[in-house]
C-alpha cells in the first residue's frame, strides 16, 4: 500500500518536496492544506493531491492521510507541529525544527507522549553522499576525524518583510541554512562542548551574515559560514589524521565525493542522487513509520535538540532574539 502524504503549507519548499515524492514508487501525496482555499486548490492541481483543504486542522484530520509534511516558515513550526501530532499523524518538519530549544523539546517531548512520529526534515542528510560520508568517517577511512569546513551563504536582495530578513519570521541565515553546517558537524562529531561565533547584523536586527565554531569532545572543531547577503562557495572538507574528503559544491545537494588518503591515491566517488534529493528523507519517514518507530536513527529528536541549543547558544552571543521569544 502506498504511505500517503499531506503537505502543510504549499509554499516553494513544499514544490520541492512534492517533486521529490513522485521519485518514490510507494508514495503519494494524498492532499494539501493552506490557509487559503484558492492556493490550495492550485497546488493540488499542479502536483496531483486530490484533497484541497482551506484550513490546517481539516488536513491533519483527514483520515487518508499517513503523514504530514510542515512546510510553513519556521517561526510556525512549532504551532503546526503540534497540531499534526495531537491528530495523531506521522510528523516530518522542515529545518530548521523550530526557532529555539525550548520549542523543540516541547514536540519531542509530545511525539513521545502520544508515541507519533517526529522528525526534522534535515534532507541533505539522507543523500548518498553524505550517507557515504557518514559511514567512511566512522569507519576510520581518513583516520580519526579532527576539523570540519563547510559554508552556505548566498545573496539575496533585502525585503524586510520577507521571511529571510524579517525577526517575525525567524528572519537571519543562521536559522535559514547556517543550520545545514551545524547540523553537518553535529551528524559528524555529536554534541559540541563549546559554541562560539561572530555575526554581522542588518537593519533589521537579523544576522545576514556569520561566522562559527564548534568544539567537540574529543578535541575536534567545526569552522562554519553562513550568510544571506554573501555569496559563498558551498564546499564541506573533512579532515582526519590520515587524509581528508571533500563533499563537492554544492555540499547540500552533493553528487560526488572526493577522499584523499595519505599515501594513496585520490579516489572520486560519483554517487549522484535520484530525483531531487527530497525523496530521501520523505522514504526515511514512510520507512520508519512501517517498522512502528517514532523517531528516526539517522535525525533522531535529541540531536535536533542539541543543535537548536547551539543555534540559541550563536543568537545568544549575537544579540538576536526574536519577537515571540
Not at 503519494?28 to 492550485?42: F, I, M, T, Y
Not at 525544527?97 to 514536540?107: D, G, K, M, V
Not at 547540500?252 to 534529493?277: A, M
Amino acid at each position: 500500500m502506498a504511505f500517503r502524504w499531506g503537505i502543510l503549507g504549499p509554499g516553494s519548499i513544499a514544490r520541492s518536496f512534492a517533486t521529490g515524492l513522485k521519485s518514490i514508487p510507494d508514495a503519494v501525496l494524498v492532499a494539501v492544506g493552506s490557509r487559503s482555499q484558492e492556493k490550495a486548490d492550485k497546488f493540488g492541481d499542479e502536483y496531483g493531491a486530490s484533497k484541497r483543504y482551506g484550513s490546517y486542522e481539516a488536513l491533519v484530520n483527514d483520515p487518508d492521510v499517513d503523514a504530514i509534511y510542515i512546510a510553513t516558515p519556521h517561526s510556525f513550526h512549532y504551532e503546526h507541529g503540534m497540531l499534526s501530532l495531537n491528530a495523531g499523524k506521522a510528523t516530518l518538519i522542515e529545518k530548521p525544527f523550530t526557532i529555539n530549544a525550548r520549542e523543540a523539546s516541547e514536540l519531542a517531548q509530545r511525539s513521545r507522549e502520544l508515541n507519533v512520529f517526529l522528525m526534522e526534515a534535515m534532507w541533505t542528510r539522507f543523500t548518498p553522499v553524505i550517507s557515504k560520508l557518514r559511514e567512511l568517517a566512522k569507519s576510520g577511512a581518513i583516520g580519526e576525524p579532527r576539523m570540519l569546513s563547510a559554508d552556505f551563504g548566498f545573496r539575496a536582495g533585502v525585503n524586510p518583510e520577507g521571511r529571510l530578513f524579517n525577526p517575525e519570521l525567524g528572519g537571519g541565515a543562521l536559522l535559514d541554512v547556517g543550520v545545514y553546517t551545524i547540523s553537518l558537524a553535529s551528524m559528524l562529531f555529536g554534541a559540541p562542548t563549546a559554541v562560539t561565533g561572530l555575526a554581522t547584523l542588518g537593519e533589521t536586527g537579523v544576522d545576514e551574515q556569520a561566522a562559527m565554531i564548534m568544539a567537540y569532545g574529543k578535541g575536534e572543531l567545526a569552522v562554519l559560514s553562513t550568510a544571506i547577503r554573501t555569496n559563498t562557495v558551498h564546499e564541506a572538507i573533512l579532515y582526519g589524521t590520515e587524509g581528508r574528503m571533500r563533499v563537492d559544491s554544492p555540499w547540500w545537494i552533493p553528487k560526488r565525493l572526493t577522499v584523499h588518503r595519505d599515501g594513496k591515491d585520490t579516489e572520486v566517488l560519483d554517487l549522484g542522487y535520484e530525483g531531487n534529493g527530497y525523496n530521501y528523507q520523505a522514504a526515511e519517514v514512510a520507512n520508519c513509520v512501517r517498522a512502528g518507530k517514532i523517531e528516526s536513527e539517522i535525525m533522531p529528536l535529541n540531536e535536533t535538540l542539541t543543535i537548536m541549543k547551539s543555534t540559541d547558544t550563536l543568537r545568544a552571543e549575537w544579540g538576536v532574539k526574536y519577537p515571540q521569544e
